[in-house]
């Protein structure tokens, strides 16, 4: 099992992106996703999970600006992040909670990471 983050870049202050993570390989099912975001010289931090249900969870600091979705049709998670902020800097990651169809077992995978930067 994969998963393959993408859609980071520099924005200015104000502006949005989309992120997107695809999972690829051998998956039977999926239970949360998620993206978390880990700012040079500080821990990876929780940005916004969606359960298996739908229901979703945001950190304070970005409820209002940031929505995550998922298409289970697709495999993907997406982050769509508005009103960005210098603070929002950050290497993205995403991570997912998979069965794999390989050994049925369920494990945490993570992305590579994508790069966002906000600066003007």
């Known amino acids: 099992v994969q998963l393959q983050a993408s859609g980071g870049g520099l924005v200015q202050p104000g502006g949005s992106l989309r992120l997107s993570c695809v999972a690829s390989?051998?998956?039977?099912?999926?239970?949360?996703m998620g993206w978390y975001r880990q700012a040079s010289g500080k821990q990876r931090e929780l940005v916004a999970s969606i359960g298996a249900s739908g229901s979703t969870n945001y950190a304070d600091s970005v409820k209002g600006r940031f929505t995550i979705s998922r298409d289970s049709a697709k495999n993907t998670v997406y982050l769509q992040m508005s009103s960005l902020k210098p603070e929002d800097t950050a290497v993205y990651y995403c991570?997912?909670?998979?069965?794999?169809?390989?050994?049925?077992?369920?494990?945490?995978?993570w992305g590579q990471g994508t790069q966002v930067t906000v600066s003007s």
């Open positions: 390989g051998s998956i039977s099912s999926f239970d949360s």
């Open positions: 991570n997912a909670r998979i069965l794999s169809g390989a050994t049925m077992k369920w494990g945490g995978y």
